[in-house]
């Protein structure tokens, strides 16, 4: 049973990376039937925060990356941590260290002033086993430190293949800090080991505590796990995506306007192919097209135009019952209409949605552009007016002869006032255009809107022609 987790430490909001980490943790234990956790790294107390996260549980809730079985809270599982730094030092694993920082950082300066990097020299490894028990048992302040095998230390990566590093790199680590606090990579060994994860799916910055997590296992005579580290998600400008390129948080988002769907989709392509040229997917056909054949070893680009066209993408065609009632909040949140207003129309706001949809960014967008559907007055765009009634007195002529064609239509659609605009062009012998677009500006206030007879049929007749007079009242217009 695969068991894969998400282990975000909550000293900040969610960001796109780790979203990016999350969808593929998720994906992964979606595609295969396994299990997908989440693990709050917060041993760093001082750093994390509950406001942090609160805001990773809403950022996963709104992906819709739901987990399985309760939280996990890494600052809990101290009492555990100390239990496995103690196995190691009992079977030979680790060892007391009883150099103090300060000692430790004049030697680390020493070792730069001789340009040569620093190692720890082991020295409390070669003390007399009597001396330290002794020491220890005095209450001498020590830290607990692995001891680095000689060797190579190697796996398999999902993402880049196999991956070693030399054991002599690695420096004997502490595990547990003089206090009794766990470092890092002790903690993430020991939470993977108790919750039973089978791939660590990581970000690629972890790369290089992967060897040091990889010994760890096995010292704990643990099985490993699988490992995966994804490509960092970069800036346009080729530099790792921070707070310098703009918006980096998932909730950020959000409050543009950017639909969970479309974040989603765009997150899985940061890093991941289906392969084709397939890029617009419902989470669906995300997991049933997942795989680790279509995981990229290169890094990839946050881009924020590609982000608003998936958006647009699936505003287009997501089905009706769900964008509706995020649509009709929007729109009730611009003022335009009320919630019982828009319910007592629901076929008409439908017709509008599916019209507005295609032409739309964001939900944002949509509700805006769907103002000069609702209300009594037009607002009128100036340079709408300027452009498109230019000549005055054709367009109050205009407007007129279609004012009276429109009225006297037997039937209120869509052939029949085609038919009567075309002819009120033909005999003015301009195009039909030339009637079009001053009629738009003064049914809609703009100059771009959906194809004429669907907004005529969307305001219906009486509107219609009650915004032509209103328009013909108008001072650009006002003979
Ligand atoms: N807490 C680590 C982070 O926020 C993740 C550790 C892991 O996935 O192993 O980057």
């Excluded at 095998?149 to 054991?167: K, L, Q, R």
């Excluded at 289906?274 to 680009?301: W, Y």
């Amino acid at each position: 049973m695969v068991r894969v987790r998400f282990a975000p430490s909550p000293t900040g909001y969610l960001h796109v990376g780790g979203a990016r980490t999350a969808l593929f943790n998720w994906l992964y234990a979606r595609k295969l039937g396994g299990q997908f956790l989440l693990r709050i790294e917060d041993t760093d107390k001082a750093r994390s925060t509950d406001e942090s996260t609160r805001a990773i549980y809403h950022g996963l809730t709104w992906l819709g990356l739901t987990w399985e079985e309760d939280v996990v809270h890494q600052g809990a599982n101290v009492a555990r941590h100390q239990r496995d730094a103690h196995a190691l030092l009992e079977s030979g694993a680790a060892y007391r260290c009883f150099c103090t920082s300060a000692e430790l950082d004049a030697r680390r300066a020493d070792a730069e002033s001789r340009k040569e990097s620093f190692r720890y020299d082991r020295r409390c490894d070669l003390l007399d086993a009597a001396e330290v028990e002794q020491r220890a048992a005095a209450g001498a302040p020590h830290t607990i430190r692995f001891r680095v095998p000689d060797g190579h230390t190697a796996w398999t990566d999902m993402v880049h293949g196999e991956i070693s590093f030399p054991n002599k790199d690695i420096d004997d680590l502490v595990i547990l800090r003089s206090d009794g606090t766990p470092i890092y990579n002790l903690a993430v060994v020991s939470d993977d080991i108790d919750m039973r994860i089978t791939h660590v799916l990581r970000g690629e910055d972890h790369i290089s505590n992967t060897p040091k997590q990889i010994l760890l296992y096995r010292a704990l005579g643990a099985a490993l796990p699988v490992f995966a580290h994804f490509p960092n998600v970069l800036g346009t400008d080729g530099k790792k995506l921070s707070k310098r390129h703009g918006a980096t948080a998932v909730g950020d988002y959000e409050g543009l306007g950017i639909m969970p769907e479309a974040m989603c989709n765009f997150l899985a392509l940061l890093g991941w192919s289906p392969g084709g040229d397939r890029e617009v997917m419902t989470q669906a056909e995300m997991i049933s097209l997942f795989s680790e054949e279509g995981l990229l070893a290169k890094a990839s680009v946050f881009d924020m135009k590609k982000l608003e066209w998936m958006n647009a993408q699936h505003l287009m065609h997501m089905p009706m019952e769900v964008l509706t009632p995020r649509v009709v909040d929007a729109i009730v949140a611009t003022g335009v209409a009320t919630a019982v207003e828009l319910s007592a129309n629901e076929a008409w706001v439908c017709t509008l949605i599916e019209l507005l949809r295609v032409r739309a960014r964001t939900i944002d967008d949509l509700a805006k552009q769907s103002a000069p559907y609702f209300g009594a007055t037009v607002t009128f765009d100036a340079d709408a007016v300027a452009k498109q009634w230019k000549d005055a007195s054709l367009t109050r002529k205009l407007l007129g002869g279609a004012r009276a064609a429109l009225e006297a239509l037997p039937t209120w659609d869509a052939a029949a006032m085609e038919l009567a605009l075309r002819g009120l062009a033909e005999a003015e012998g301009l195009g039909a255009g030339k009637v079009m677009q001053p009629l738009r500006v003064v049914l809609l206030g703009v100059a771009a809107s959906p194809g004429m007879f669907d907004v005529l049929l969307l305001l219906g007749r009486d509107r219609s022609l009650a915004r032509i007079d209103a328009a013909l009242t108008h001072p650009h217009l006002a003979a």
